[in-house]
C-alpha cells in the first residue's frame, strides 16, 4: 500500500512543477488578452471622440460661414484652403486650392464637387485681386477676361467679394473666403435700405476674421 502512496506521491510531485507553469502560461494569456481589451477599448474611445471634435469643429465654422451668408445677403459663401498637390520635376511644390466649407442659398447650385485640387497659377488674377482689393465687393463684367472671370460667369456670380485667410501667425496665407451675389437685386435692395456697400464691406471682413481665427484654432495652422 505505501508502495502506491509513494507512486502517487511521486507523480504529483512531477506533475505539480508543469501544472504551475501551465497555469502560469495561462494567466499570462489571460491578462494579455484584457490589455489588449483595454488598448482597443481606449483606442476606440479616443477615436471617438477626435471624430466628434473634428464634426462639432467643422459643425461650428458651417454656421458661423451661414450666419456670415444671412447678414451679408450672399448667395453662395465658401471656405478656400492652400494645400500642396505634387510636385514638379525641379522638386517645387504644386500649388493648388479646394474648397472644405461651403454656405448656400435655397436654390443655388454647390461649388464644392468642382472647386477641389484647384491649380493655384490658373487663377492668378484671383490672387492679384487677394493682393490688392481685399474685402472689396466687385462686378463680375468689371473684370478683364479671365479664367476668374468665366468661373464666376459659369456659376452665375454677379458681384463677389474673396477675404484673405492667414496662419496662427498672421501673416502665412492659409487660404480664402469668397462671398458670391448671385442676383443684383440683393445688392440693390440693401442700398435701397439705406445700407452702404461699405459698412457691408466692413461686416464681411469683421466676420471673415472671426471664421479665421476659428479656422486657425481649431487646425493649429
Not at 484584457?34 to 471617438?48: D, N, P, Q
Not at 485640387?117 to 492668378?124: E, F, N, P, Q
Not at 477675404?163 to 487660404?175: A, E, F, R, Y
Request: include cysteine; hydrophobic fraction near 40%.
Amino acid at each position: 500500500m505505501s508502495s502506491v502512496t509513494e507512486i502517487l506521491t511521486s507523480i504529483e510531485e512531477t506533475f505539480k512543477p508543469m501544472g504551475e507553469i501551465i497555469g502560469a502560461i495561462i494567466a499570462g494569456i489571460i491578462i494579455g488578452i484584457i490589455g489588449v481589451a483595454k488598448k482597443r477599448r481606449y483606442f476606440l474611445r479616443s477615436k471617438l471622440f477626435k471624430d466628434n471634435r473634428i464634426k462639432e469643429k467643422h459643425t461650428q465654422i458651417h454656421e458661423l460661414l451661414t450666419e456670415m451668408r444671412i447678414l451679408s445677403r450672399t448667395s453662395r459663401c465658401l471656405i478656400f484652403q492652400f494645400h500642396n498637390g505634387g510636385s514638379f520635376a525641379d522638386g517645387s511644390s504644386i500649388k493648388r486650392f479646394s474648397v472644405t466649407h461651403e454656405s448656400v442659398s435655397v436654390g443655388v447650385e454647390s461649388m464644392i464637387l468642382e472647386s477641389q485640387d484647384v491649380l493655384v497659377t490658373r487663377y492668378m488674377e484671383l490672387l492679384s485681386v487677394l493682393e490688392k482689393t481685399p474685402n472689396t465687393i466687385i462686378k463680375v463684367d468689371s473684370l478683364s477676361e479671365s479664367s476668374l472671370m468665366s468661373s464666376l460667369t459659369i456659376n452665375s456670380v454677379v458681384y463677389f467679394c474673396v477675404c484673405p485667410l492667414k496662419c496662427v501667425d498672421g501673416i502665412t496665407p492659409m487660404g480664402f473666403l469668397c462671398c458670391h451675389w448671385c442676383n443684383e437685386e440683393d445688392l440693390s435692395t440693401i442700398r435701397e435700405e439705406g445700407i452702404e456697400i461699405k459698412i457691408l464691406e466692413d461686416v464681411i471682413e469683421s466676420k471673415s476674421k472671426n471664421i479665421n481665427a476659428h479656422l486657425a484654432y481649431n487646425t493649429g495652422k
